[in-house]
């Protein structure tokens, strides 16, 4: 029984949870590079992480929602859809004071909304390059058992049919 392809496999697998392990931690460490250049800080309002400088996973996500809950302060809690119809509404009533004040807030919230998903597309990003850095883990410790099994089983082998 050769055990040269388990060897082998266990090898492959080593190497990719290396390189897992590697393109996590880089990714992350970019993902950290590019948020903190943009020297964005948590509000102060925040129930969580207020002043913290946005750099992480964590700040990120708090920032996302103090946005959040600025934009429906702001709006009175009406979404992009509903003060688009409003507008509608009273651009059509001839009230052009309050369409305009209206699309403001419609502005606002679609400003908002765009920060929201760029910050949580980098929450997105940080979950990713975590599940690479764990799955590099995974991939080294099944290499390592791979490699000990093909070196425990030659002598096995030979246990069982009496050669040793």
């Not at 003060?83 to 403001?104: F, P, Y």
């Not at 390592?144 to 069982?160: C, H, I, K």
Request: no cysteine; hydrophobic share 55%.
């Amino acid at each position: 029984m050769s055990t040269r392809p388990a060897r082998v496999i266990g090898i492959i697998a080593i190497v990719a949870g290396i390189l897992f392990i590697v393109a996590g931690a880089v990714t992350w460490a970019m993902i950290t590079s590019n948020l903190s250049e943009q020297k964005i800080v948590v509000a102060q309002d925040s129930p969580v992480l207020a002043g913290d400088g946005v750099n992480g996973p964590f700040s990120a996500f708090a920032q996302a929602q103090i946005i959040n809950t600025h934009a429906e302060h702001a709006t009175g809690g009406k979404t992009y859809a509903q003060l688009g119809d409003e507008v509608t509404a009273a651009q059509q009533a001839g009230d052009t004071a309050k369409a305009e004040q209206l699309q403001a807030q419609r502005t606002t919230v679609m400003t908002a909304s765009f920060l929201r998903a760029s910050l949580f597309t980098s929450v997105v990003a940080y979950g990713m390059a975590a599940l690479v850095v764990g799955l590099g883990i995974l991939l080294i410790l099944i290499g390592w058992a791979l490699g000990n099994l093909a070196r425990v089983a030659p002598a096995s082998a030979a246990a069982a049919s009496g050669t040793v």
